[in-house]
């Protein structure tokens, strides 16, 4: 079965420092790869994917990740985090089978303080 | 465009009690998902509708609940003796293709049983 895993609960991280959020994936075949985020309040938005090509994807504000098939990996990052980006993280994946329905991670808190 | 409509946001009821979710998607998306997370662990597919039909319910957890989508419009998740387990922040999401890149979700409804 197609899944993926958000090793860390929560990532705290300073204004202006670079920002990482993991995810590692397990699936069949090459794999289509997202990421969302849920600001407080609000619904859960997309922030970008992966489907083939380059495996550097870049996203809606200022994310980017990186899909890395030896380490099955597809990090989220930002160069230079804002307070903003305070929110909760979720890593996805579509089984080949069905790609309507997604398989998320287990979300990650990301707090950037001032 | 407006977005995915979820109503109420918050909803705050006893053991044994009724609830019914209402999600409104976009209009003239024919497909529509039902997600929720539960205690927060992952957000897991609960089921999807193409217009009025059910075209999956293998995420529905037991006969408690009861999605019905009334004309292909708007869709209800009615959860009848609601549990304590069944807490947690039920996610709305439509498409007009059947592939998950093509989501928008709604903000959510956070169901508090007590």
């Known amino acids: 079965a197609q899944s993926v895993a958000q090793p860390e609960d929560q990532v705290n991280v300073a204004e202006g420092n670079p920002l990482t959020v993991k995810c590692t994936y397990s699936v069949s075949g090459n794999p289509y790869l997202f990421w969302y985020v849920q600001y407080p309040n609000r619904g859960l938005q997309f922030l970008l994917k992966?489907?083939?090509?380059?495996?550097l994807v870049k996203g809606s504000y200022g994310f980017e990740a990186e899909f890395n098939k030896s380490q099955t990996s597809f990090h989220l990052k930002k160069p230079s985090a804002l307070v903003s980006d305070s929110a909760l993280y979720f890593c996805?994946?579509?089984?080949?089978?069905?790609?309507?329905?997604?398989?998320f991670g287990a979300g990650t808190t990301v707090t950037v303080r001032a | 465009e407006a977005g995915v409509t979820q109503f109420p946001s918050h909803s705050v009821i006893e053991k044994g009690q009724t609830v019914t979710l209402r999600c409104d998607p976009i209009s003239g998306h024919d497909n529509l998902y039902w997600y929720r997370r539960v205690m927060g662990k992952e957000i897991k597919f609960l089921l999807h509708f193409v217009k009025e039909s059910k075209q999956d319910e293998s995420g529905m957890p037991n006969n408690r609940f009861l999605a019905e989508r009334t004309g292909g419009t708007y869709s209800t998740l009615k959860v009848q003796p609601a549990e304590l387990e069944d807490s947690g922040v039920y996610f709305c999401?439509?498409?007009?293709?059947?592939?998950?890149?093509?989501?928008?979700f709604g903000s959510g409804t956070r169901l508090t049983v007590v």
């Open positions: 992966y489907i083939t090509g380059d495996n």
């Open positions: 996805a994946v579509p089984p080949p089978s069905n790609d309507y329905k997604l398989s």
């Open positions: 999401a439509s498409s007009a293709t059947g592939v998950s890149y093509g989501y928008t």
